[in-house]
C-alpha cells in the first residue's frame, strides 16, 4: 500500500511569491493535515481538512490556505511568502470517523526555500 | 498555545545502552504518540497510546501513557545505531483532531 506522497521535493521561491505543495493521502484515508517544521524545531499544525471541509487551523496569517479535492488530496498555498516560510512542509492523512485510533501518517515532506 | 515539554533535548550514548525521554505538559490529553524522525524524512509512527497508565511495547521500545494524562515516556533498551534520529512526542485532545508536539530528542548512538 503507498503512504502519503507529497510534491515537489524541494521548492525554491523568491521572497513575495506565492507557493503551492501537494499531498496524496493514503487510499481510503479522508482526513489531511499539514505541519510546519522550521529547521531544529518541533511541528507545527498548521490546517486540517476532511471530506473536503477545513476542519481546524492552526496558529498562522490567512495568507496560508489550502484545499482538499475530491478525490482526497490536497493542496497548501503560501501567499506573499517571507524569509521566514522556509522550513519542511509535512503532510499527514488518516481515517476520520470520530473515533479512536485514527492515527496520522505522514508523508516525506517540501522542503521550501525564500530567498 | 500549547506546548509539550520534551526532555533531554539530545541523548549521547553507547550501542547497548538503554535510553529514556519524557514528555509533559500543562493539559491534559486523551492520546499519547511517540515518532522517530530520519534526516530529509517525515515522522514515522512508533508507538500510541489512549488510556491512562497504559504501557504498550513495540518491539525494543516502551512507553507509557501517565496517570495524570499530562505525560508520557519512551524507553529504548539495547539502543542500536540504527536508533539515531529524532524522536518526537504529541499529544491529542480529541479524536481526528490536531496533533501538539514536543520539540524532539536527538539521539546519537556511538557503535
Known amino acids: 500500500e503507498a503512504g502519503v506522497t507529497q510534491s515537489p521535493t524541494h521548492l525554491i521561491k523568491t521572497r513575495g511569491q506565492q507557493a503551492t505543495l501537494r499531498c496524496s493521502p493514503i487510499s481510503g484515508h479522508t482526513s489531511v493535515y499539514w505541519y510546519q517544521q522550521a529547521l531544529g524545531l518541533g511541528l507545527q499544525f498548521l490546517l486540517w481538512?476532511?471530506?473536503?471541509?477545513?476542519?481546524n487551523r492552526g496558529n498562522f496569517p490567512p495568507r496560508f490556505s489550502g484545499r482538499q479535492f475530491p478525490n482526497y488530496s490536497s493542496e497548501l498555498n503560501v501567499n506573499a511568502l517571507e524569509l521566514e516560510d522556509s522550513a519542511l512542509y509535512l503532510c499527514?492523512?488518516?481515517?476520520?470517523?470520530?473515533?479512536?485510533?485514527?492515527?496520522?501518517?505522514f508523508g516525506p515532506g517540501t522542503r521550501l526555500t525564500v530567498t | 498555545g500549547q506546548q509539550l515539554n520534551q526532555s533531554p533535548q539530545s541523548m549521547f550514548i553507547q550501542e547497548g545502552e538503554d535510553v529514556s525521554m519524557n514528555c509533559t505538559s500543562s493539559?491534559?490529553?486523551?492520546?499519547w504518540l511517540w515518532y522517530k524522525q530520519d534526516p530529509g524524512e517525515g515522522p514515522v509512527l512508533l508507538i500510541a497510546l489512549y488510556k491512562a497508565g497504559e504501557l504498550t511495547s513495540n518491539g525494543r521500545l516502551t512507553a507509557q501513557f501517565g496517570i495524570t494524562r499530562k505525560d508520557s515516556f519512551l524507553n529504548i533498551s539495547a539502543s542500536i545505531p540504527s536508533d539515531v534520529g529524532i524522536y518526537f512526542c504529541a499529544g491529542r485532545q480529541t479524536s481526528g483532531s490536531r496533533l501538539t508536539f514536543g520539540e524532539g530528542t536527538q539521539l546519537t548512538v556511538n557503535p
Open positions: 481538512y476532511d471530506e473536503g471541509e477545513e476542519r
Open positions: 493539559s491534559i490529553f486523551n492520546t
Open positions: 499527514a492523512s488518516s481515517l476520520y470517523s470520530g473515533g479512536t485510533k485514527r492515527e496520522q501518517y
